[in-house]
């Protein structure tokens, strides 16, 4: 009988020999630190874990993990992710991704793979900057942003991370930011044990080239009054005396009131186990940006089947159906005449 | 079915006949079951399907022509024929569109019923082309087929609008009377194909068995053909167009290496056809993923080839433009990766239905950087089946991405083909890493991904789950040996060098190149090199200068990158060397650079393939002009 235990590891196990190259006080060493420290608790294996990323500064991750890894090429991950997840179901593949590369030249990828529902656990770096060609705006940056290609202002209405995996039809979707280790390492655990997409945008700070994007929401200081933590089953509720609240009003839109003003009850309850994403993307959409209250946490998590399985159903069907394929009926599928000697 | 024949019977050795319709005349059907019942019969048969790229472009017009060509013969061909003797037009833009191509004194057997006012005005003819006295060259035949096949459908219970679809099958009737063609695979195959619709079951075969009546009983055709069998080798046949043949060359080739194969593709003419079939043979264990575009379905290879997979692209042109990146990634990753493209004609959109080989140069060069690519280049359809195989033990062995350039001419022509013993098949089986390989200064035992087999320079191929073997790749520069990222510029000049010497290194790795000098090499004056489709035409047309007694050499490639180790010594051991392509001189080029021969280039980029009769008369031009004089022979197959 082979060993099914999974031998017990610590942070120092998932760290590679490799030089960590970010720049000083990049919001990256935070995640991944979240990250090699979680993965001792996940319960996999270090040889069955593959990181794949696209390009950026995020995309160097996994060489800094001593698993499995590819830096594939630009905006691809998500591609490369879904060949070697459909094709491995026994493998835990973990996507690392950035604003530039999985919401401007790999858009695409991301949608799909998002609505296909391939068993991977993406990890969105979102710092709304280009950080390895040295500062320009990214589609995640505010509109307005002066940057090395915009010295006039960006003219683009930026992407929310959130709302767009919401509407590519994604069955688990979280925010999270690289200020708080519990609440990534809760919002990565969850994504990964997630059957199926699981969807993490993680507001980092690139303290290079966007220092200080997110301060106004995740500084210390502040954070107990700007970041509103979903809970599922629980009201939401935030502020550092809990003193606010989300309410829907008359009209189904959702806004921020004062507990004292409108009521325990009138509160909304987070359910994150709803199938209708409506609720999800108003939620999604309650800050104009990260500088007022934002919501942070699990705001979609429902059941739907994994495509890598469905795939692999479909195969076993076939073989059932049709028993194992022979090469001589194959060639001879489309009709034969024999010529004899 | 009547028996009685009043008819004489003609024997033919040979004829090429062209069906022509609308595009939603069902004539690619049509053509394709003449050919199935020809080959069945033990004709050899070449098919060229030629269809426009729109669906359903407006009827009646040329823009809509939909043809097939067919050669039937009772001995070898090579093409599907350089032109018809016999064209079936089912209105008149089809007869518009190809009758320049039948030669004088060929038959035409037209719809009558189609050839009013409003469709001359719609094929762009002034007058009526049956009595304005233009056809006196043909042997004309009128025939009815509409309200003949409106008659008997009728009887069906078909509506008369859809009656009139079946007229096709009248005219499958009327041709298969005309050459003396088995009917009953013909009535077995419609009852399979529409077996779920009775009704039209029941009016296509109504319509068929008038057609074949009509020949029989009318008073119109004063013979009809035979065209006997051929004498092939005692052996199982089958039809088989290219696409097919390198879907189950796929499937074989993976089943000979134990992978178990992954298709990533999207969609795209004249390649689609390929995932169609993968996609049938789930038994196998293949997985096809219908990308969501074509980087995402080399993407997807790439990542299922990292777990151990067989990955494989398909694609045509503009594909092949948008996986370059990716292919350059797998040059880089070292993973084994197949791509394959089924060449059209280009720039950008291009000629999406008819066929060109115009990649080449693309397939060669490119990628930026110095990113070698092993290619090779099927012959023949049935050819695609062997040459899958091949590209998946280059891709295998030497863990580097495949091209192999196929093209629509050979993705859609159809020829008989002597089935393989499966349990001949190479053994293309692969050993993944199971160990570490390499020993730290420390002592430890450790896996360098980039630590190359001494022989062939491929790196070891260590699939996620391997214990102790986990490693990072990607596209940046790697340190020889360990695989970690390295920007030292010596370390990259040698990783350059060893990337480019393992993939010329395949050269000795495959076959010498076989030359067709009945002479000897060297002995006659002109060499005729080919690559890909170009075989049919170049052989047949080689055979035609020999029938007039004169001497020429033919040389075909499969191998394009590395060329085999004797091109150099071959095209140096002619004085002339002619390079047919459906290019602009793409092979001729790297023939010239890389061995400064005088290699002169026949160039064609019709969207069709070259005709016998065109290298015939290049090889004359190059033999001398006193040659032109030469007799011909009579009929010298193609």
């Not at chain 1, 270090?46 to 993990?65: D, H, K, Q, W």
């Not at chain 1, 189904?252 to 003003?261: F, P, Q």
């Not at chain 2, 060069?365 to 998946?392: D, L, Q, W, Y």
Request: net charge negative; aromatic share 8%; glycine share 10%.
């Amino acid at each position: 009988m082979t060993d099914t235990t999974i031998p017990v590891t610590t942070r120092k196990d998932w760290t590679s020999d490799q030089e960590v190259r970010w720049c000083p006080g990049c919001g990256d060493y935070s995640i991944l630190a979240a990250l090699q420290m979680l993965l001792p608790d996940l319960g996999v294996r270090r040889e069955n874990t593959v990181f794949v990323s696209g390009i950026g500064c995020a995309a160097r991750l996994p060489y800094y993990m001593s698993t499995y890894g590819m830096h594939s090429i630009h905006g691809r991950a998500p591609a490369v992710a879904t060949g070697l997840a459909v094709t491995r179901p026994d493998l835990d593949v973990w996507v690392i991704t950035g604003d530039g590369d999985a919401l401007s030249i790999g858009g695409n990828h991301l949608i799909h793979a998002l609505r296909r529902n391939v068993n991977m656990t993406i990890l969105l770096f979102n710092n709304q900057i280009y950080g390895l060609t040295k500062g320009q705006y990214s589609p995640t940056s505010e509109q307005g942003k002066v940057t090395k290609s915009t010295p006039f202002g960006s003219l683009d209405t930026p992407f929310n991370p959130v709302s767009l995996a919401l509407g590519a039809e994604a069955t688990f979707v979280a925010r999270t930011h690289d200020m708080d280790r519990k609440h990534m390492q809760e919002m990565f655990r969850r994504a990964h044990d997630h059957k199926g997409t699981g969807f993490v945008e993680i507001y980092q700070n690139c303290n290079v080239f966007n220092d200080g994007a997110f301060e106004r929401i995740t500084g210390r200081d502040v954070r107990a009054d700007n970041l509103i933590p979903l809970v599922h089953g629980e009201p939401i509720r935030f502020g550092s005396e809990q003193q606010y609240g989300v309410v829907m009003g008359p009209d189904g839109r959702l806004r921020i009131a004062e507990v004292a003003e409108v009521g325990e009850e009138a509160l909304l309850l987070h359910d994150e186990r709803r199938d209708e994403p409506g609720l999800a993307f108003q939620l999604s959409r309650l800050a104009r940006g990260p500088f007022e209250p934002t919501p942070i946490g699990v705001f979609r998590d429902v059941d739907r089947p994994e495509y890598g399985e469905a795939m692999n159903r479909q195969l076993l069907e076939a073989n059932e159906r049709r028993g194992p394929g022979d090469l001589a009926t194959l060639l001879g599928s489309g009709g034969t005449w024999t010529v004899e000697g | 079915m009547s028996t009685a024949t009043h008819h004489e019977t003609t024997e033919l050795d040979r004829v090429v006949i062209r069906f022509a319709g609308d595009s939603g005349d069902g004539m690619q059907l049509t053509g394709s079951q003449f050919t199935a019942v020809s080959s069945l019969f033990g004709n050899d048969t070449a098919t060229l399907p030629d269809f426009p790229a729109e669906i359903r472009a407006p009827a009646g017009t040329l823009a809509g022509v939909s043809a097939f060509q067919v050669h039937i013969s009772d001995h070898d061909i090579l093409t599907p024929g350089d032109a018809p003797n016999v064209l079936v037009a089912m209105n008149p833009a089809a007869l518009r569109a190809n009758v320049a191509a039948v030669p004088a004194g060929g038959t035409l057997i037209v719809n009558v019923d189609a050839f009013d006012d409003r469709a001359f005005e719609k094929a762009g003819y002034a007058a009526n082309p049956l009595t304005d006295g233009s056809l006196a060259s043909f042997k004309v035949y009128e025939v009815p087929m509409t309200s003949l096949t409106m008659e008997v459908a009728k009887e069906a219970g078909v509506k008369p609008r859809d009656a009139e679809r079946s007229k096709n099958f009248f005219a499958l009737g009327l041709v298969s009377w005309l050459y003396s063609r088995p009917v009953e695979p013909t009535l077995q195959w419609i009852e399979k194909r529409f077996a779920t619709a009775a009704m039209v079951l029941d009016a296509n075969t109504r319509a068929f068995k008038a057609g074949y009546n009509f020949g029989e009983t009318a008073e119109l055709f004063e013979s009809h053909y035979q065209v006997r069998p051929a004498v092939q080798e005692p052996g199982v046949y089958t039809n088989v167009t290219g696409n097919t043949a390198l879907a189950w060359g796929l499937i074989a080739a993976a089943h000979q290496a134990h992978l178990p194969l992954f298709l990533g593709s999207y969609p795209i003419t004249p390649a689609s056809d390929i995932l169609h079939e993968l996609s049938k043979h789930k038994h196998f264990g293949v997985r096809t993923l219908q990308a969501e575009d074509e980087i995402a379905g080399v993407g997807a290879a790439i990542g299922a080839a990292f777990g151990g997979s067989l990955g494989v692209t398909t694609t045509s042109g503009p594909g092949i433009d948008l996986k370059s990146e990716a292919v350059g990634m797998a040059v880089s990753l070292e993973l084994p990766l197949l791509v394959i493209d089924i060449q059209r004609g280009g720039p950008s959109t291009g000629l999406p239905t008819k066929t060109e080989q115009s990649d080449l140069l693309h397939a060669m060069f490119g990628r930026h950087g110095e990113a070698p690519v092993p290619i090779v280049a099927p012959m023949t359809p049935s050819h695609c089946f062997e040459v899958a195989m091949e590209a998946v033990r280059i891709a295998v062995k030497y863990r580097t991405p495949v091209f192999v350039l196929s093209d629509g001419y050979l993705a859609n022509g159809a020829e008989p083909w002597r089935l393989p013993d499966p349990d001949a098949l190479p053994d293309l089986h692969v050993e993944f890493a199971a160990e570490p390989n390499h020993t730290d200064a420390d002592g430890t035992p450790v896996f360098w991904p980039y630590l190359r087999d001494e022989q062939t320079l491929a790196r070891p191929w260590a699939v996620p789950g391997t214990p102790g073997l986990e490693h990072r790749i990607g596209g940046l520069e790697k340190a020889d040996g360990s695989g970690n990222i390295s920007y030292d510029p010596v370390n990259h000049e040698n990783m350059v060098h060893l990337r480019a010497r393992k993939v010329a290194g395949i050269a000795a790795d495959i076959p010498l190149l076989e030359v067709d000098d009945t002479g000897g090499l060297g002995s006659a004056p002109v060499l005729v090199l080919g690559w890909g489709s170009t075989y049919g035409a170049i052989a047949a047309g080689v055979r035609r200068v020999r029938a007039r007694g004169l001497a020429v050499a033919h040389a075909h490639l499969v191998h394009l990158n590395p060329f085999p180790r004797n091109l150099g010594d071959v095209v140096r051991a002619y004085d002339r060397v002619l390079v047919p392509e459906a290019n602009l001189g793409q092979l001729v080029k790297l023939v010239r650079a890389e061995f400064l021969v005088d290699a002169t280039g026949l160039s064609k980029v019709q969207g069709v393939p070259f005709r016998a009769a065109e290298i015939e008369e290049a090889v004359l031009g190059m033999l001398g002009p006193e040659t032109r004089t030469t007799e011909a022979a009579e009929d010298v197959a193609s």
